[in-house]
T-cell receptor, first 116, second 117 residues
């Protein structure tokens, strides 16, 4: 079954330190995409970073990087130099093709708290 | 200004009432979606549309209808709202043509909080 697992319901980190949020996935597809989204308490869902299954290099977007280990089926998000504004819920998601539509499967999320 | 705009952002309505959530986008994307988010259940797809003439049911379409008025506009209607439709609703868009380097990323609006009492 296609599934995303985020094993950390909550994490906390000291401001300016790095933090890793875990994500493992289960799929039999050869072509898929992995995404991370941030959801602050205000509710909006903000796209952070994307990794394609055929990408050989780990994706980076500013302070965000994705540690992609295909053999282990993991796609962990690394946030460097944490800021107070990083406190939010973080969702890992996987895209898999279904006919002409790309279905997004979300994990349960990890709540990150950044402490001053 | 947000690229994907939802109105209203917050609404409280009574059981049995009809309510419409509207979405407009300035991203120029061809595909649009409606999701709902419930605590513990994550995001679930209600409807999706590949273009103005192509509308498809998602995982949980019962009790909902949609209209794609233009490429940039996609509205969701609850014909007769019930309390278990209380949720956070998201409109989203993606680009089937130029988004390959982003994995056809789905971009979400700011969400609409709907409470049915």
């Amino acid at each position: 079954a296609q599934k995303i697992t985020q094993t950390q319901p909550g994490m906390f980190v000291q401001e300016k330190e790095a933090v890793t949020l875990d994500c493992t996935y289960d799929t039999s597809d050869q072509s898929y995409g992995l995404f991370w989204y941030k959801q602050p308490s205000s509710g909006e869902m903000i796209f952070l970073i994307y990794q394609g299954s055929y990408d050989e290099q780990n994706a980076t977007e500013g302070r965000y990087s994705l540690n992609f280990q295909k053999a282990r089926k993991s796609a962990n998000l690394v946030i460097s130099a944490s800021q107070l504004g990083d406190s939010a819920m973080y969702f890992c998601a996987m895209r898999r093709p279904m006919g002409g539509y790309n279905k997004l499967i979300f994990g349960a999320g990890t709540r990150l708290a950044v402490h001053p | 200004d947000a690229d994907v705009t939802q109105t209203p952002r917050n609404r409280i309505t009574k059981t049995g009432k009809r309510i419409m959530l509207e979405c407009s986008q300035t991203k120029g994307h061809d595909r649009m979606y409606w999701y709902r988010q419930d605590p513990g259940l994550g995001l679930r797809l209600i409807y999706y549309s590949f273009d103005v003439k192509d509308i498809n049911k998602g995982e949980i379409s019962d009790g909902y209808s949609v209209s794609r008025q233009a490429q940039a506009k996609f509205s969701l209607s609850l014909e007769s709202a019930i309390p278990n439709q209380t949720a956070l609703y998201f409109c989203a868009t993606s680009d089937s043509t130029g988004g390959a380097n982003r994995g056809n990323t789905i971009y979400f609006g700011e969400g609409s909080w709907l409470t049915v009492v």
